[in-house]
């Protein structure tokens, strides 16, 4: 069975998803521009048996779910364009993204539950300091 392609579609929300099952799907993405991604498994591994996806995104939003370095990669040719990035509850892999989108996210939004501020307030200071090109930043906790 063969994908159908999605010419309109520039939004996609995603929750509870394997990233290596969803891939297929994102290939056919061609002018995605926002992407949310929702208690998700990445899979990041399996990633590399795929092209990277043809869009390119301005709006990134990650909840509760921890992209591991082989999808922060895999989503690296699409990051490029990035203006705005929320994330919240992605523990160290904030460090990731940075290594990988940095120098490209104008506006950053980082939300931290409260229980949780003394385990991850060092780790999210210590890898917003790889969003050099910063314009906006607000850190919630």
């Given at each position: 069975?063969?994908?159908?392609?999605?010419?309109?579609?520039?939004?996609?929300?995603?929750?509870?998803?394997n990233?290596?099952?969803?891939?297929?799907?994102?290939?056919?993405?061609?002018?995605?521009?926002?992407?949310?991604?929702?208690?998700?498994?990445?899979?990041?591994?399996?990633?590399?048996?795929?092209s990277?996806?043809?869009?390119?995104?301005?709006?990134?939003?990650?909840?509760?779910?921890?992209?591991?370095?082989?999808?922060?990669?895999?989503?690296?040719?699409?990051?490029?364009?990035?203006?705005?990035l929320?994330?919240?509850?992605?523990?160290?892999?904030?460090?990731?993204?940075?290594?990988?989108?940095?120098?490209?996210?104008?506006?950053?939004?980082?939300?931290?539950?409260?229980?949780?501020?003394?385990?991850?307030?060092?780790?999210?200071?210590?890898?917003?300091?790889?969003?050099?090109?910063?314009?906006?930043?607000?850190?919630?906790?």
């Amino acid at each position: 069975m063969s994908l159908p392609e999605y010419p309109y579609l520039r939004e996609l929300i995603v929750s509870g998803q394997n990233f290596h099952l969803l891939a297929p799907l994102l290939l056919r993405l061609s002018i995605l521009e926002s992407f949310e991604i929702l208690q998700s498994h990445n899979g990041g591994d399996l990633l590399e048996h795929f092209s990277p996806p043809p869009f390119k995104l301005s709006t990134l939003s990650i909840s509760q779910t921890e992209p591991s370095p082989g999808l922060c990669k895999w989503l690296e040719s699409s990051s490029q364009s990035i203006e705005c990035l929320g994330v919240q509850e992605i523990g160290v892999s904030l460090g990731h993204l940075a290594k990988v989108i940095g120098g490209f996210v104008q506006k950053v939004h980082v939300k931290i539950l409260v229980d949780s501020i003394a385990d991850s307030d060092s780790e999210t200071i210590s890898a917003l300091f790889g969003f050099a090109g910063l314009r906006r930043l607000r850190v919630d906790g």
